[in-house]
């Protein structure tokens, strides 16, 4: 993702609530990659996924690219990723960190469920 000037503040420095979009991009299109549809998760499967919990370290400004890369945790209903973003693909060092825990719930009660093994076993691939 690139960041653009409209993703900034005044002093060109990225607008924190803009990194909630980032990240939230990010485990979209990582769950894209896995081959599951969150669309199709909620009507076949009558399964959501909400955000819980973010903890967020930031520092961004605008013409920077932002890479990221997802490492997940695992619970029965619930998961937690952590989302690596850094100014450039090759650089070593991370820049910005967030963790980001959802959680599994059925999209008739909204009453928390156990992540169906099918389901864990394509995100542990």
């Avoid at 619970?75 to 910005?96: E, F, K, Y």
């Amino acid at each position: 993702m690139r960041v653009y000037y409209e993703d900034t503040d005044a002093g060109g420095v990225v607008y924190y609530a803009n990194y909630l979009k980032f990240f939230e991009r990010a485990r979209t299109e990582w769950l894209r990659s896995l081959g599951l549809n969150q669309d199709k998760l909620a009507q076949e499967e009558r399964l959501i996924f909400v955000v819980r919990r973010a903890l967020l370290d930031l520092r961004g400004r605008h013409a920077w690219t932002i890479c990221s890369k997802s490492r997940l945790n695992r619970g029965s209903s619930r998961v937690s990723m952590l989302i690596w973003s850094r100014r450039r693909a090759a650089a070593r060092r991370c820049w910005r960190r967030a963790e980001i825990r959802v959680a599994c719930l059925n999209h008739e009660s909204f009453k928390p469920v156990a992540i169906p093994q099918s389901l864990r076993e394509s995100i542990q691939q």
